[in-house]
């Protein structure tokens, strides 16, 4: 089962340069949430802080009672081990076999035999419909395979939570679906805690449990997938909507002279798009943290953007087909 990650207060600036300020969040054990804002935001910058890569000038990220913020580099190391990464481009090295390379955090971080290595590394690649690419080179494969073999790499110690950078970025729609159905597949198999980096609005419509956006240095909301899809606050509508008019600009934000031309011209913002079902596991069952549909907005009187919750769930992934 996952574990709780509760980040407080947390703040990271570069040559005196805020990226964020203040963020406090909890991202709660066994459940899938995705962080999402505009470029630039520090979204990368966040992960690297959680997993320890990156040190936060103010805050505390307490994990299992410890404060990543404060270990010494000896005990970070070992607490690193709860994490896998999944990094943007899947990290893998180039002249290593598919193999190798899912192998390696077992032969660095482990005393474990050849045999016990190779039951592992098969059973990581089954789990992400990659058995039979073991011989295969990083170059020698799609964008969308190598994604699937950095995921078996982040998944080789059994790591207690899972942070995915971009995962879909480069990706086509339809392997993007395939890869979300993996991530909930994952999620209910291991029972990981994840975090999503995403610029996808439908990964981050119907994958997560809960969603975060950093806007403007800032950690704008953080909290169950309905609270954001049902926001009325121009940022989250904007970003939802993929729109221009709205508080983010070009260059991250619009000044208020921007502002008061768009609200004088009398250009408004359209209504929130209907909140889609969760997408669910290929397995039949519920989703570990599943609440039925629209019961957030139903105990906060929130009244979701009319056409919510229709439609029909989930989609059954067949990983040999994926291969292909
Ligand atoms: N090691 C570093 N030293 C100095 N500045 C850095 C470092 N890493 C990141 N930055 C800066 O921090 C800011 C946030 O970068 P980050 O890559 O986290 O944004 P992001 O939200 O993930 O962007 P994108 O969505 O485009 O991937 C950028 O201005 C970047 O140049």
């Known amino acids: 089962m996952g574990v709780e990650v509760r980040v407080e207060g947390l703040t990271k600036s570069f040559g005196g340069q805020p990226v964020w300020s203040d963020v406090s969040l909890t ?52 607490v690193r081990k709860l994490f ?30 050849e045999s016990e290595i190779r039951a592992v590394v098969h059973e990581k690649l089954e789990m992400v419909g990659l058995l039979g690419a073991e011989r295969k080179l990083p170059g020698e ?12 790499r982040a998944l080789v110690l059994d790591p207690q939570i899972i942070l995915f950078d971009e995962p879909d970025s ?14 909930i ?9 994840f975090l999503i980096v995403t610029h996808d609005i439908n990964t981050a419509r119907t994958v997560p449990d809960n969603i975060g956006l950093i806007y403007h240095g800032h950690l704008a909301m953080f909290g169950p997938r309905e609270m954001l899809l049902s926001s009325t606050e121009p940022v989250v509508r904007q970003f939802l909507n993929a729109q221009r008019i709205g508080p983010i600009g070009m260059a991250e934000e619009k000044d208020s002279d921007e502002l008061r031309a768009e609200a004088e011209a009398g250009v408004e913002l359209p209504p929130l798009p209907p909140i889609p079902l969760q997408l669910a596991p290929s397995d039949g069952r519920p989703r570990r943290a599943e609440q039925s549909p629209g019961r957030w907005c139903e105990e906060h009187d929130v009244v979701p953007p009319a056409g919510s919750f229709q439609g029909v769930r989930g989609s059954v992934w067949q990983p040999t087909e994926a291969l292909r």
Do not use: C
């Open 170 to 183: 480069g990706l086509d729609p339809v392997r993007t679906a395939y890869l979300n159905q993996l991530i």
């Open 27 to 78: 991202l709660p054990a066994g459940e899938i949430s995705v962080l999402l804002g505009p470029s630039g935001t520090g979204k990368s910058v966040f992960l690297k802080t959680l997993v320890g890569l990156l040190k936060p000038d103010r805050g505390a990220i307490w994990i299992e009672g410890r404060d990543l913020a404060r270990l010494s580099e000896r005990a970070l190391y070992e």
């Open 84 to 113: 896998g990464v999944l990094f943007q481009d899947g990290a893998l090295f180039g002249s290593m076999t598919i193999y190798d390379n899912v192998a390696f955090p077992l032969r660095e971080h482990t005393r474990r035999s």
């Open 141 to 152: 494969i799609s964008g969308g395979m190598r994604k699937r073999a950095g995921l078996a």
């Open 185 to 193: 597949d994952l999620n209910q198999q291991t029972g990981a805690t």
